[in-house]
């Protein structure tokens, strides 16, 4: 703002200089002076409000980015977050963490105790997340179809072997074995594993000597 009030008188000088050496060849008289200085004034007062103005955007861009920047979350280093998931893992059964516990494992990890509220929410919801997704996936894992459509359950054969249909039109002989109600264990004859397969001393005491299985 002093630089520009120092163009501004320096304007100021050299127009009445302009005018004054006019005088020799027209008519100047105070008006002249005045709508002048009117001119240069107006001017000046309009940069000095364009550049308030763009001071202030600036500023309040500036203080935005510092309140967000306060706001972002930041990841916990890798030593805090052993020593909270080694507690989290110990205590399965119920992860909720006394008071007492809160405020030794935030001392522990140089963090708030609000910190460490908030972390052990966090995992608590990412743990029944995981928990509901792992049952997801059994319970699709256990609908078991063929191609056509057919139950995988009704097509098992008395001596435990089933007959799968592949892309190729050829048939993929499968061991089903069933250790427990409502679970299906299955091992392709190919030796490529889709969920764990019976061992030979399990499949003789279930089956008995089946000649049609090789391992």
Known sequence: MKKLEQNSKAASERIYAVLRSQMRVRPIDEQDFQRAAD?????????????????ANCLLVHRRNIEQARKKRKNFDKDTTSILQAYFDKHLDHPYPSEEHKQMLAQQCGITVQQVNNWFGNQRIRR?????DSRLQHEQNSEMYCQD???LEQLIQPSGII???LEDGSQ????IIHPQPNQIYYQAFDGDMYMPGPSNSEIHQIYGANEDFQQ
Do not use: C, D, T
């Open 172 to 175: 993929q002989k499968l061991f």
């Open 128 to 132: 029944r997340k995981q928990i509901e």
């Open 163 to 165: 007959e799968m249909p």
């Open 149 to 151: 459509g057919s139950n």
């Open 39 to 55: 001119a240069i004034r107006r001017r000046h007062e309009s940069a000095q409000f364009e550049i308030k103005q763009y001071v």
